[in-house]
């Protein structure tokens, strides 16, 4: 499939997909088993794209049909919605995505080690859980321990996307990466436009309802 950007808008309601699910709670306290991977992707040397969060995986569905040549991975705590972007996956025949249902809190690490050394080339994390309360600023998805595991695993040159519709929760997480010294941020100010083919939902809502996106791309230093 080709040109997805001259796709017909997803009717704008559908985006409220934002009940908060709390990481530090019992049930997503236990580590996930990563899948074999020689069994999960046709292709399981291609470089991946990894999406943390990947809510009801509309974009990476978009991305993996435009982009074969790549392996996608998305990470989503809220179970539902990996149970059904899998059987999308299932329906349209996609050999190159895949969905896990886990806490990247104590999952994230795992996973990465289970994969093949340098395959992870391109991260994102958009629009995360804003968890506007003071006290649950700890719930929020990017932490200096989420950082570092991707300084671990991202081959030199790989990006991470970041995006969010609440300046404040995207300069925490830009503070975040800028501190660990493996990555550089490119440019100092919010990214004009996405640099990715394809919008997530939330963004595409964001923008026609004529409301800022604050973007920011970091890159692992040579």
């Given at each position: 499939?080709?040109?997805?950007?001259?796709?017909?808008?997803?009717?704008?309601?559908?985006?409220?997909?934002?009940?908060h699910?709390?990481?530090?709670?019992?049930?997503?306290?236990?580590?996930?088993?990563?899948?074999?991977?020689?069994?999960?992707?046709?292709?399981?040397?291609?470089?991946?794209?990894?999406?943390?969060?990947?809510?009801?995986g509309?974009?990476?569905?978009?991305?993996?049909?435009?982009?074969?040549?790549?392996?996608?991975?998305?990470?989503?705590?809220?179970?539902?919605?990996?149970?059904k972007?899998?059987?999308?996956?299932?329906?349209?025949?996609?050999?190159?995505?895949?969905?896990?249902?886990?806490?990247?809190?104590?999952s994230?690490?795992?996973?990465?080690?289970?994969?093949?050394?340098?395959?992870?080339?391109?991260?994102?994390?958009?629009?995360?859980?804003?968890?506007?309360?003071?006290?649950?600023?700890?719930?929020r998805?990017?932490?200096?321990?989420?950082?570092?595991?991707?300084?671990?695993?991202?081959?030199?040159?790989?990006?991470?996307?970041?995006?969010?519709?609440?300046?404040?929760?995207?300069?925490?997480?830009?503070?975040?990466?800028?501190?660990?010294?493996?990555?550089?941020?490119?440019?100092?100010?919010?990214?004009?436009?996405?640099?990715?083919?394809?919008?997530?939902?939330?963004?595409t809502?964001?923008?026609?309802?004529?409301?800022?996106?604050?973007?920011?791309?970091?890159?692992?230093?040579?």
């Open positions: 499939m080709t040109n997805d950007q001259n796709k017909e808008v997803k009717p704008l309601p559908r985006v409220r997909v934002r009940q699910v709390n990481p530090l709670s019992k049930k997503y306290l236990t580590p996930v088993t990563p899948p074999p991977w020689e069994k999960v992707y046709h292709q399981p040397m291609q470089p991946l794209h990894l999406d943390i969060g990947s809510a009801r509309e974009f990476l569905l978009d991305m993996a049909t435009q982009q074969p040549d790549w392996n996608f991975l998305g990470l989503e705590i809220r179970e539902s919605l990996v149970e972007a899998q059987e999308l996956v299932a329906e349209l025949g996609l050999n190159n995505l895949h969905f896990i249902f886990c806490n990247v809190d104590n994230l690490a795992p996973v990465l080690a289970s994969l093949p050394q340098g395959l992870l080339k391109r991260v994102t994390i958009q629009f995360p859980d804003p968890w506007f309360k003071k006290r649950h600023a700890k719930r998805v990017v932490k200096p321990e989420l950082v570092t595991t991707l300084a671990n695993y991202l081959v030199k040159g790989g990006e991470v996307l970041i995006q969010s519709d609440v300046e404040a929760v995207a300069q925490e997480m830009c503070d975040r990466f800028t501190e660990n010294p493996a990555f550089q941020r490119q440019g100092t100010d919010w990214l004009a436009t996405n640099p990715l083919p394809v919008p997530t939902e939330r963004e809502y964001t923008i026609a309802c004529r409301q800022p996106v604050y973007r920011a791309l970091f890159v692992i230093a040579d």
